[in-house]
T-cell receptor, first 113, second 114 residues
Framework: QQQVKQSPQSLIVQKGGISIINCAYE??????FPWYQQFPGKGPALLIA?????SEKKEGRFTISFNKSAKQFSLHIMDSQPGDSATYFC????????????FGGGTRLMVKP | NAGVTQTPKFRVLKTGQSMTLLCAQDMNHEYMYWYRQDPGMGLRLIHY???????AKGEVPDGYNVSRLKKQNFLLGLESAAPSQTSVYFC?????????????FGSGTRLTVV
């Protein structure tokens, strides 16, 4: 049973458009929500993260929106570029002894020139 | 360069064979993890370690064993490989503590069991 559900599985966006990826979680003990970016043949790399005391966090063209009551969070990529083409994973973690992350199923983003 | 190194990068096994995947990190991280990545299922935690000499089961531990004899190394063993273990395996590490939670991942091991 997946505790973090991610959608869509794949996404095609034109260059300059906005890419939006959504995640929903079930465990109310989760209090840390990172997004990872993965290029083919590479391991995932931390992109941006948020804690539930804020509703939005922005870093450059990347923004996380967080809705605690709905138990949902999303990644927005503004002015999407072909270099953003990658697989994106949302994740969540609570106060556990091993800093363990639970990952969503991933979204393969393709940005067309 | 500092980071997480996984060996081997590719491997083909026959059903029933055994093998060990090695993960080494040079960042003095306390915590280390083994994940498997399968299409549409994201990354699922196999085993993890919070320190030298300690290991614990994750979400999908069956068929795998791990050891962490040295702080910098985390080994994943497949005792008797099965086709269901065909996957890409990632090792990750991070510091102890609740700030950041940023994992550093290796580049993965692509394993095929035939």
């Amino acid at each position: 049973q997946q505790q973090v559900k991610q959608s869509p599985q794949s996404l095609i966006v034109q260059k300059g458009g906005i890419s939006i990826i959504n995640c929903a979680y079930e465990n109310t003990a989760f209090d840390y929500f990172p997004w990872y970016q993965q290029f083919p043949g590479k391991g995932p790399a931390l992109l941006i993260a948020i804690r539930p005391d804020v509703s939005e966090k922005k870093e450059g063209r990347f923004t996380i929106s967080f809705n605690k009551s709905a138990k949902q969070f999303s990644l927005h990529i503004m002015d999407s570029q072909p270099g953003d083409s990658a697989t994106y994973f949302c994740a969540a973690s609570g106060n556990n002894a091993g800093n363990m992350l639970t990952f969503g199923g991933g979204t393969r983003l393709m940005v067309k020139p | 360069n500092a980071g997480v190194t996984q060996t081997p990068k590719f491997r083909v096994l026959k059903t029933g064979q055994s093998m060990t995947l090695l993960c080494a990190q040079d960042m003095n991280h306390e915590y280390m993890y083994w994940y498997r990545q399968d299409p549409g299922m994201g990354l699922r935690l196999i085993h993890y370690s919070v320190g030298e000499g300690t290991t614990a089961k994750g979400e999908v531990p069956d068929g795998y064993n791990v050891s962490r004899l040295k702080k910098q190394n985390f080994l994943l063993g497949l005792e008797s490989a099965a086709p269901s273990q065909t996957s890409v395996y990632f090792c990750a590490s991070t510091f102890r503590g609740r700030e950041g939670y940023g994992y550093t991942f290796g580049s993965g091991t692509r394993l095929t069991v035939v």
